[in-house]
């Protein structure tokens, strides 16, 4: 007798207990292969598919996309071999029959649906469109969602009479308004946040980095390391050494708070927040402590074009005890990171500018970046707050103490 297995939602990750149905990517009743992606799942820090766990047919979604699970909840069910019973074989044969004919109408149609993302073949199935005269922007001549979405607006406004009615979501097209549903990748951050800030006694101390030393060593070796390592060479690197070595003189802002005790860690695992379309994601270096600048320029450029690809797996934003946030790339002058429960601090990054500052009884102008931290009082005092930012400052002034350690 054929063995049905179930399709569960899966460890989503530290903190992490539930998930939206981003997509199925494979219907009712149509074959599956063993580690085929059958369905699609979006949490507030990445978006995973979920394999199938044998060969067989999936018999049922038990959720439709955009309901949310939770951790175990069951999918749906993958029936192992194939179908038996008469009643299966029929179902079967009439669900695999209209899923061929599906596909061939697709790819007579326009073989470029069946090379694009499973979104584009889903509305172009649901909605029967023609896509042969769609102009196609996604790489190789792939369609994108947003050249259907485009095309369906152009027809919609094609057939609307000129004395019909305009009704508000017509008059939203017109540019006065748009009102769109919240992500639920945004709608997860947004309640982090928030409860960041409603739980943690959260403060912000500030300094300024004068970078001369640092953009000198830079200049003076990038060429040399990037054809050693095969990559450039950046100041994300160099502040993760840089806190990595505070953090050892400043514990408490490597801890967390769990109940009424102080988890102390003694591991440093660096999360650096990268912006995607979707959203901010902190994917992690783990043992940043035990790096080089070589491997933590690597690791930072592989997986931040993972996290802007939504291909980060829940490994790769697990178990961070601190975060690095750098809104200087955006042309951000000063501001106040929110922590990254339950972690205790997070530094915030900033544009390098040229100021005039007083060096030894003379103005001078330099490259100056502010710097800002964010910490939890409830275990971080004022003095080492301060402490922190002012030995990140020595380390980045002065880039051979990182060398030397001390």
């Known amino acids: 007798m054929a063995k049905k297995i179930e399709i569960k939602v899966p460890d989503l990750g530290e903190s992490i207990v539930e998930a939206i149905i981003a997509s199925w ?26 394999m199938s766990p044998c060969d067989g047919v999936l018999m049922n979604h038990a959720f439709h996309e955009g309901e949310v699970v939770n951790i175990g909840q069951v999918l749906g069910v993958v029936k192992e071999g194939g179908l038996t019973t008469t009643k299966d074989i029929k179902k079967g044969k009439k669900m695999s029959a209209q899923i061929l004919v599906e596909k061939k109408r697709a790819a007579s149609s326009d073989f470029r649906v069946e090379k694009s993302g499973p979104s584009v073949r889903k509305i172009v199935r649901e909605k029967g469109i023609e896509t042969r005269e769609i102009k196609a922007s996604g790489k190789e001549g792939r369609l994108k969602k ?48 928030k409860a960041s800030q409603n739980t943690a006694v959260m403060l912000t101390t500030f300094n300024e980095i004068d970078m001369t030393a640092s953009m000198a060593m830079r200049k003076k070796y990038k060429e040399l390391f990037e054809k050693k390592h095969g990559v450039k060479l950046g100041f994300m690197s160099m502040f993760t050494h840089a806190v990595v070595h505070t953090l050892k003189e400043i514990p408490a802002l490597n801890a967390e708070i769990d109940g009424k005790e102080i988890v102390y860690k003694y591991f440093y695992n660096i999360g650096i927040a990268v912006g995607t379309e979707k959203g901010l994601v902190v994917p992690v270096i783990n043992n940043a402590d035990q790096l080089s600048m070589a491997d933590i320029e690597r690791l930072l450029k592989e997986k931040a074009q993972r996290a802007r690809e939504g291909k980060l797996a829940i490994e790769d934003i697990q178990g961070g005890t601190f975060t690095i946030s750098n809104g200087g790339i955006y042309g951000s002058m000063l501001s106040t990171p929110i922590i990254n429960p ?54 980045i002034e002065d880039p051979e103490r990182m060398l030397l350690d001390f």
Do not use: C, W
């Open 25 to 50: 990517l494979k219907k009712k009743g149509e074959t599956v292969k063993k580690d085929e992606p059958i369905i699609e799942l979006e949490t507030d820090k990445v978006t995973l598919e979920v």
């Open 146 to 193: 947003s050249d259907i979405l485009e095309a369906m607006q152009t027809i919609e406004e094609l057939q609307t009479p000129v004395d019909a009615p305009v009704s508000p979501s017509q008059k939203d097209k017109q540019g006065r308004e748009e009102r769109l549903p919240m992500s639920i990748l945004r709608q997860r951050i947004a309640e982090r946040l």
């Open 342 to 395: 339950p972690q205790t601090g997070i530094i915030g990054l900033h544009n390098i500018q040229n100021r005039p500052v007083a060096i030894e009884n003379k103005v001078e102008i330099r490259p100056m970046m502010y710097v800002a931290l964010s910490y939890d009082h409830r275990l971080v005092d004022g003095k080492e707050a301060v402490t922190f930012l002012i030995q990140v400052k020595k380390y």
